[in-house]
């Protein structure tokens, strides 16, 4: 079983910055993929950002530019770099890790972007 940890959401302006991040703990090993998603009220969840082992990312197109996830790995740590926030990134936003047979999910942290 893996564990994940979110924190670092909050109420932020437009414009703005967070950083998110995700602790994992428990069975960390074989964890090849970590990533971000998030869903707004009467949305379906979507993928945000994705990093694999081998430090490959994925950005969906809203957030290319703005938000940059990263992997301390020492830390069994993800990040998710939020900048230039914009009101539509408001969501709860989810850690999702992956090992060949499993997926874990993290319990959300809240993200509010308004003025």
């Known amino acids: 079983q893996v564990q994940l940890v979110e924190s670092g959401g909050g109420l932020v302006q437009p414009g703005g910055s967070l950083r998110l991040s995700c602790v994992a703990s428990?069975?960390?090993?074989?964890?090849?993929?970590m990533g971000w998603y998030r869903q707004a009220p009467g949305k379906q969840r979507e993928l945000v950002a994705s990093?694999?082992?081998?430090?490959?990312?994925n950005y969906a197109d809203s957030v290319k530019g703005r938000f940059t996830i990263s992997r301390d790995n020492a830390k069994n740590t993800a990040y998710l770099q939020m900048n230039n926030l914009k009101l539509e990134d408001t969501a709860v936003y989810f850690c999702?890790?992956?090992?060949?047979?499993?997926?874990?999910w993290g319990q959300g942290t809240q993200v509010t972007v308004s003025s």
């Open positions: 999702n890790a992956r090992q060949p047979r499993s997926a874990y």
């Open positions: 428990g069975s960390i090993f074989s964890i090849y993929y």
């Open positions: 990093i694999t082992s081998g430090a490959t990312t």
